[in-house]
């Protein structure tokens, strides 16, 4: 039993002892004796950056007090957290985005009062080890290296330690560290989401096809644009002039300067493509659809959708209603002029993350990260990414690499 491992076994027992509210059994696992809660409170306590409310980066608050992830379904596992990737939903998380839906997503019965969602710790990405695996797991293995995309509902990876189901995680590429791991699964899983689920494209229908990408050097563009020309697409994207170089070396085909002027012109003016995906939203829609190939099948799948926006203005039922009337609208508008009008929303899938890593090893995407920071620097992490234009993944590094 490694240090670790036993540090963890000893705090264990330890509140166990001194705490009768803990409903504990014991079950034998092949051949090793387990003990496990029924609780669904912390039996220790962990290093975590939270937020206690919405805010600005003041809320940010470092703890070594965080409650410790409980395994509560036997399908879950508890990961060591090595490093941690930040995307522009954890800022927008942090100010309150998306906090009535995601309250109703954690509290479906809405049994506990507002407020109760707190302290909420951030960070959507995932690079560690399984320490602790639940009755039910069987295709991991304690010790194994692991990477995952974490639902936006559930408590993030700034911290030493997460909990997550089994179908929510993937091994870990072999040829990359955790550091550059934690810079993959949310776009990765995002992308996948948009472009397979949502757009129809997979590696045997992908060669040939047309693609734009608008907002083409953040974390969603340059994880498609790899992805894509992977499965043999031509691959068109809007950027910075600054960043031309950048998407170019990923694999772009060919790039608009966003910088010099409307891009309308100068993409109207090339060949029509078979699917848009849209990273950047705003005025995008009134134009972009007449660059896609009419009464061909060609899609536009948009990430910047007003779901979340609609409930947390509008409250769960009257903003769905919204939701699910601005985007029938907008679909049956577009339909009688030959195209399809589609949102893409992030899921998490261990199956997609297995396809990718086995991509990664392949030498078909490589990560790419912007900036790398300490645990301690949570802070100025958050203040990188409100600025925007990023070239890459920000990653937080929550503990060295395992030798």
């Known amino acids: 039993m490694s240090s670790v491992r036993h540090l963890m076994y000893s705090r264990w027992l330890f509140h166990c002892s ?42 940010l608050r470092f703890t070594k007090n965080a409650s410790f992830p409980v395994i509560t379904y036997p399908n879950e596992v508890i990961i060591r957290v090595n490093a941690a990737g930040l995307n522009p939903i954890d800022v927008g998380m942090r100010g309150g985005y998306g906090a009535s839906s995601l309250s109703m997503k954690r509290d479906p019965l809405n049994l506990k009062q507002s407020g109760m969602e707190f302290p909420i710790i951030l ?40 909990v997550l189901s089994a179908n929510e995680i993937s091994r870990k590429p072999k040829l990359l560290s955790h550091r550059e791991a934690a810079a993959i699964p949310y ?40 992805m894509l020309k992977a499965w043999g697409a031509h691959v068109t994207v809007t950027c910075s002039q600054n960043a031309e170089r950048f998407v170019r070396d990923l694999g772009a085909d060919h790039v608009v300067d966003y910088t010099s002027g409307p891009v309308e012109k100068p993409l109207s003016e090339l060949e029509k493509f078979d699917l848009i995906l ?77 396809e990718i890593s086995e991509m990664v090893d392949a030498g078909q995407i490589r990560a790419v990260v912007e900036e790398t920071f300490r645990f301690s620097q949570v802070p100025h992490a958050f203040e990188k990414m409100e600025k925007g234009h990023a070239r890459g993944k920000t990653v937080v590094q929550i503990s060295e690499e395992d030798s």
């Open 278 to 354: 849209d990273t950047v939203g705003g005025d995008t829609e009134r134009w972009a659809l007449t660059l896609l190939k009419p009464w061909s099948g060609a899609k536009y799948v948009t990430l910047v959708t007003p779901f979340l926006q609609n409930t947390d203005l509008l409250g769960i039922a009257d903003g769905m209603m919204q939701t699910a009337a601005t985007v029938a609208t907008k679909a049956l508008k577009h339909l009688v002029k030959g195209v399809h009008y589609r949102w893409g929303f992030f899921a998490p899938s261990g199956p997609a993350l297995d």
């Open 18 to 59: 001194i705490s009768p509210s803990v409903n504990t059994s014991v079950c034998w696992h092949g051949r090793q004796k387990r003990l496990f809660s029924t609780t669904k409170r912390s039996m220790n306590i962990m290093p975590a950056w939270v937020i206690d409310k919405y805010g600005g980066n003041d809320v």
């Open 123 to 162: 960070g959507r990405d995932v690079s560690g080890v399984i320490m602790e695996c639940g009755l039910d797991v069987k295709y991991f293995t304690e010790w194994d290296e692991v990477w995952a995309a974490i639902p936006p509902w559930k408590q993030g990876s700034l911290a030493e330690f997460v």
């Open 187 to 226: 776009v990765a899983a995002t992308s996948w989401s948009a472009l397979v689920n949502t757009g129809g494209l997979s590696k045997d229908n992908c060669a040939k096809k047309r693609i734009l990408i608008l907002g083409g050097s953040g974390g969603v563009g340059t994880f498609a644009i790899q």
